[in-house]
């Protein structure tokens, strides 16, 4: 079975700090994915990457950028968190261009105060 | 870009019942509509998916309908059990000179009554 493993399950910060999200998969992928999900907005895409070095923005990609050094890693960063950045994090991997099917870890919950 | 609509956002349905989540999207070019069920504490998961050369896929008590014309796609979960409760995505391919991504409806919460 795929595995994606989300670094940290809860994470709070506070304003203004720099936050870095780790997700981690282990089936080879090329495919990753950012999106984060907030109650009556379903899942919106931040930031995807179909190679190493490689990243692409999503629809919100204000506020953040990735970094992929390695195929089984992507990170979500943060430069400056904010309240608005409040949310649930979701990390997907998938084998396909298509995105057929898409694995997605079990999120981090990031509080901003 | 592509945009999904879904609805309804909550459903209720007594055990046992039917339950259709409807969805439409904007993009003629999207050609895979996957569906996922996110469980409470957990992230979505595949549970069925169709393409644009197929009209209607059925996995056991799950269904997936597609109308390419009018651009609209559905699921449909017969004889519903508690199980089921869950919030539930839609999902379509958007795809740019960069790549494919999903771009995913605003979710329907299902709650099944025993």
């Known amino acids: 079975d795929v595995k994606v493993t989300q670094s940290s399950r809860y994470l709070v910060k506070r304003t203004g700090e720099k936050v870095f999200l780790e997700c981690v998969q282990d089936?080879?992928?090329?495919?990753m994915f950012w999106y984060r999900q907030d109650p009556g907005l379903g899942l919106r895409l931040i930031y995807f990457?179909?190679?190493?070095?490689?990243?692409e923005k999503g629809d919100i990609p204000e506020g953040y950028s990735v970094s992929r050094e390695k195929k089984e890693r992507f990170s979500l960063i943060l430069e400056s968190a904010s309240t608005n950045q409040t949310s649930m994090y979701l990390c997907?991997?998938?084998?396909?261009?298509?995105?057929?099917?898409?694995?997605f870890g079990n999120g981090t919950r990031l509080t901003v105060t | 870009g592509e945009n999904v609509e879904q609805h309804p956002s909550t459903l209720s349905v007594q055990e046992g019942d039917s339950a259709v989540i409807k969805c439409t999207y904007s993009d003629s070019a999207s050609n895979y509509f996957p569906w996922y069920k996110q469980e409470l504490g957990k992230g979505p998961q595949l549970i069925i998916d169709?393409?644009?050369?197929?009209g209607e896929k059925k996995d056991q008590r799950i269904a997936v309908t597609l109308n390419k014309t009018a651009k609209h796609f559905s699921l449909h979960i017969t004889e519903t059990q508690p199980e089921d409760s869950a919030v539930y995505f839609c999902?379509?391919?958007?795809?740019?000179?960069?790549?494919?991504?999903?771009?995913f409806g605003k979710g329907t919460t299902l709650s099944v009554s025993s």
């Open positions: 990457s179909y190679d190493v070095k490689m990243k």
């Open positions: 999902a379509a391919t958007s795809s740019n000179q960069a790549g494919t991504a999903l771009i």
């Open positions: 089936m080879d992928h090329e495919n």
């Open positions: 997907a991997s998938s084998v396909s261009p298509d995105n057929s099917p898409l694995h």
């Open positions: 169709i393409r644009s050369n197929v």
